[in-house]
């Protein structure tokens, strides 16, 4: 077995021990985050494992520390912040989505091109960014490229093929009573 260097022991004993207050070391406590002055990065990271932290071993409070941040938001907190990704990185709402569907930027592409760049509800022609990515609200599956319209419709009758029909049967009738 190797000797063990002065910075694993010292990384070790950072895990096993957190700096109190006052400068002494003290046993961890079981589940506990084991952050010891040498392995905090910087204070985003910190900040981001605690939350971790909190969220898997203390529910409630996690819970609660929400919820006081949310009440100490600027309105306009999400909108500012939304606004400064954008501009470092243009591309974000639309890696972002992908990203959420398992797919590719080629792979909506060879979509758009089997589809032949149309919607596949109103057959309608559409450049590759204003085709949407329509799936499955419950298993998330893709389920094919859909102008804007025709996916926001399906939406709104929440994936439903019986309301859709619904839908398709008042239409008919009304046009077969009024033309």
Request: aromatic share 8%; net charge positive.
């Amino acid at each position: 077995m190797s000797e063990e260097t002065e910075q694993e022991k010292q990384d070790r004993e950072d895990t096993e021990f957190i700096n109190s207050e006052n400068g002494r070391k003290v046993p961890a406590k079981k589940g506990s985050l084991n952050l010891g002055v040498n392995q905090r990065e910087n204070k985003t990271e910190y900040t981001r494992r605690y939350r971790q932290h909190l969220k898997q071993n203390e529910p409630e409070k996690y819970l609660e520390q929400q919820r006081r941040d949310k009440e100490n938001r600027p309105p306009d907190y999400f909108k500012k912040w939304r606004e400064k990704k954008l501009l470092e990185n243009p591309e974000m709402d639309r890696e972002a989505a992908l990203k959420r569907y398992g797919i590719s930027i080629e792979g909506k592409l060879k979509m758009a091109e089997l589809q032949g760049y149309r919607c596949l509800v109103c057959g309608d022609r559409f450049d590759l960014d204003k085709l949407m990515i329509d799936h499955d609200h419950f298993n998330k599956k893709v389920r094919g490229l859909l102008c804007q319209n025709c996916n926001s419709a399906i939406g709104f009758l929440k994936d439903d093929p019986n309301k859709a029909r619904s839908l398709a049967r008042y239409l008919d009738d009304w046009y077969t009573k009024n033309y």
